[in-house]
């Protein structure tokens, strides 16, 4: 087939999906398509990139970023202080139902204060602020978990045949090149083969999710519908992340899939606090084995990595050899930027890299101690509202549970704290609704039901007033039929 042939089926085949979609709701707030947007762009390339192509990667490019990005970024944000606006946000009752994350937040901007670049560094949290901003319109919706399954599928609809799309009649977009092996692998809609396997982690995880939730109403005609489309696109999920050869995105999608059905199970209903302690536990020994018992390269190799980690732990030892400030850090996002970027790309010996491949590293070279001791607190404290929402036998909380336990170990071999796609769900699933967001809800069904009420009525004194008229036109009234 031609790929022009491709590309124009692609459109009219996402057109209609999106069109004909059994799981659309249109009491759904137009809005959740700013946050559909952002999250694009996250998990893709940036409006840059698609207009002008990849690039290469260079010290200036990362200092002062691109003006049609930095636009984008700002219109979007702003529509979002907008909307928020609108519904009259909470944003008192955010911070304080979640003080960990607030003191994550402020830490991040208080470090832009000491970094050797305090302009790009505050430039980059406002950006980054952005992810936190896109999750409060999906969750500040009447309906939230309505607004999350939206907003994920939606995202999953464009990202996965696109990415298949690119791959197979546009290799010249999608296929790159190993700089030191000359190894070719795909990156489908992304940038490299670990951002497009961080894609189809996502994807997988949600549609998994939908699926086991959605399981009990498997008979109804409608859930049925939307159970065929949840499997087609986790199986075409799972065909994109084989050809992405992620290992760490593999192993996470299955450790969260686990979680969900553990989550979901009878043994949950039976025992919840042995699971709610058990997938803790899980990351615990696993840090245990890694770092007390030095078996990193076993455990590597048991997923079909070689004993570095694919170099990633000569990163790790460079970059602690260079001897940053240990309690405070260099400031936020401020480590890959000026000398210290050169030094890494001329003495490292590892290419041009632009990350720890680690998330707690990466918080530690940026923040220190400090930051790291931050991140630790706001992960346990997202946990214990994670496992307080499950007594309420919430699915988003669900959701929560398994995106939590993925994304700590994602961050073993990958840096995704403080933005990002996979960063925006883990949100999606830890941040606790503010209180006014709550009243909404509550005021939605309660104007649902006086709706009702009022309709019920009304409708009864119809339904008799035409019988009424139905039985006199035949000369045949109420009592008189009674006598008779």
């Not at 994670?386 to 993925?406: Q, T």
């Not at 009525?457 to 009592?479: D, H, Y």
Request: with cysteine.
């Amino acid at each position: 087939m031609p790929p022009s042939i491709a590309l124009i089926l692609w459109f009219v085949s996402l057109a209609a999906l999106l069109y004909f979609d059994p799981a659309n709701d249109a009491r759904l707030s137009p809005a959740s398509w700013v946050t559909v947007v952002w999250l694009f762009i996250a998990g893709t390339r940036l409006p840059s990139q698609w207009v002008g192509g990849a690039g290469s990667m260079s010290a200036a490019a990362l200092e002062d970023g691109n003006p049609l990005d930095r636009g984008i970024f700002i219109l979007l944000i702003l529509l979002c202080v907008v909307i928020l606006i609108s519904r009259s946000f909470n944003w008192n009752g955010f911070f304080t139902s979640n003080l960990a994350l607030t003191a994550f937040l402020v830490l991040a901007l208080v470090s832009a204060f000491w970094s050797d670049f305090p302009l790009i560094a505050i430039k980059r949290w406002i950006r980054d602020f952005g992810t936190y901003l896109i999750v409060l319109v999906v969750l500040s919706d009447p309906r939230p978990l309505e607004a999350v399954r939206a907003v994920l599928r939606r995202l999953s609809y464009l990202l996965i045949p696109l990415s298949i799309l690119l791959d197979k009649y546009y290799p010249e977009v999608s296929k790159q090149y190993d700089p030191w092996t000359g190894i070719g692998y795909y990156a489908g809609a992304s940038t490299s083969k670990n951002m497009l396997g961080l894609m189809c982690l996502v994807s997988g995880l949600f549609f998994f999710w939908d699926i086991v939730t959605r399981w009990r109403d498997r008979k109804q005609r409608r859930a049925k519908r939307i159970l065929l489309i949840d499997t087609a696109f986790f199986g075409m999920t799972v065909w994109l992340l084989h050809t992405a050869e992620s290992t760490t995105s593999y192993v996470c999608l299955g450790i969260g899939c686990i979680v969900l059905l553990l989550a979901n199970g009878k043994i949950y209903r039976r025992h919840p606090r042995l699971v709610q302690i058990l997938i803790p536990s899980l990351f615990c020994a696993y840090l245990i084995l890694d770092f007390g018992l030095g078996m990193n390269g076993s455990l590597a190799q048991a997923v079909g990595k070689n004993a570095t980690l694919s170099d990633r732990t000569k990163i790790w030892a460079f970059l602690l050899s260079m001897h940053t400030n240990p309690v405070i850090g260099t400031g936020y996002q401020s480590f890959w930027l000026g000398w210290r970027l050169d030094w890494v790309w001329t003495r490292s010996g590892l290419g041009h890299l632009n990350e720890a491949h680690n998330g707690y590293l990466e918080v530690y070279l940026e923040e220190g101690l400090v930051g790291v001791t931050v991140l630790a607190v706001f992960l346990a404290a997202s946990y214990y509202g994670i496992c307080k929402r499950l007594k309420r036998s919430s699915s988003l909380a669900v959701l929560g549970m398994a995106v939590w336990i993925a994304f700590l170990f994602y961050n073993m071999s990958e840096a995704a704290f403080e933005s990002g796609l996979f960063y925006a769900m883990f949100l999606l699933g830890v941040v606790t609704l503010p209180q006014r967001s709550g009243k909404r809800v509550k005021e939605a069904a309660a104007f649902d039901t006086a709706k009702a009420e009022t309709l019920v009525p009304t409708l009864a004194a119809k339904t008799a007033s035409a019988r009424t008229t139905k039985w006199l036109a035949r000369g045949n009234p109420p009592e008189i039929r009674n006598r008779s």
